[in-house]
T-cell receptor, first 115, second 115 residues
Framework: AQKVTQAQTEISVVEKEDVTLDCVYETRDTTYYLFWYKQPPSGELVFLIRRNSFDEQNEISGRYSWNFQKSTSSFNFTITASQVVDSAVYFCALSVANAGNMLTFGGGTRLMVKP | KAGVTQTPRYLIKTRGQQVTLSCSPISGHRSVSWYQQTPGQGLQFLFEYFSETQRNKGNFPGRFSGRQFSNSRSEMNVSTLELGDSALYLC??????????????FGPGTRLTVL
């Protein structure tokens, strides 16, 4: 069985601060995919990134960056110079190769960016 | 290109009734997955349909069922509604049922309230 843990349930920062959202996962599968989604108040899940288990290269996309470390089973997400529009709930998720599109989600981290 | 659409967006039912929710995937997508989101349990996978066949099923009672039509549109049905079924039901579509480049796109959800 798969498990995703997001230990931070809520984070509050002031605009322009950097913030890191933690994600730890558990799986016995060797081929798996990790995701981050953003859920604004409207409710729709917005895809941010997908990583497969064979690609540990970190990625940067504008103010967003992701740090994937298989040794610690972590896939952390950092927002640099946060903005009020970044306020949302962020979910980390995991899928494994033999389970189709089934995503196992973490509990989510609510990020509040104050002006 | 139109995104994933879900109807209705809001629904109020009473205990014991049944409900049918609809999801229209992105044109060309053959996989549709359903998720339930509640404050207590978070985001949980219900089932996935691919080319009219159920490919995966989450840990939900038999009151929850679904189907997929030849045009890839999907419906999910919940019979004998319980108060605990109140949730946001999210649908996601993707081209395939698995794969390295297989991205899932989520719809806006249907918010079901059971009174």
């Amino acid at each position: 069985a798969q498990k995703v843990t997001q230990a931070q349930t809520e984070i509050s920062v002031v605009e322009k601060e950097d913030v890191t959202l933690d994600c730890v996962y558990e799986t016995r599968d060797t081929t798996y995919y990790l995701f981050w989604y953003k859920q604004p108040p409207s409710g729709e899940l917005v895809f941010l990134i997908r990583r497969n288990s064979f690609d540990e290269q970190n990625e940067i996309s504008g103010r967003y960056s992701w740090n994937f470390q298989k040794s610690t089973s972590s896939f952390n997400f950092t927002i640099t110079a946060s903005q009020v529009v970044d306020s949302a709930v962020y979910f980390c998720a995991l899928s494994v190769a033999n389970a189709g599109n089934m995503l196992t989600f973490g509990g989510g981290t609510r990020l509040m960016v104050k002006p | 290109k139109a995104g994933v659409t879900q109807t209705p967006r809001y629904l109020i039912k009473t205990r014991g009734q049944q409900v049918t929710l609809s999801c229209s995937p992105i044109s060309g997508h053959r996989s549709v997955s359903w998720y339930q989101q509640t404050p207590g349990q978070g985001l949980q996978f219900l089932f996935e349909y691919f080319s009219e066949t159920q490919r995966n099923k989450g840990n939900f009672p038999g009151r929850f069922s679904g189907r997929q039509f030849s045009n890839s549109r999907s419906e999910m049905n919940v019979s004998t509604l319980e108060l605990g079924d109140s949730a946001l039901y999210l649908c996601a579509s993707s081209l395939e049922t698995s794969g390295l480049d297989n991205e899932q796109f989520f719809g806006p959800g249907t918010r079901l309230t059971v009174l």
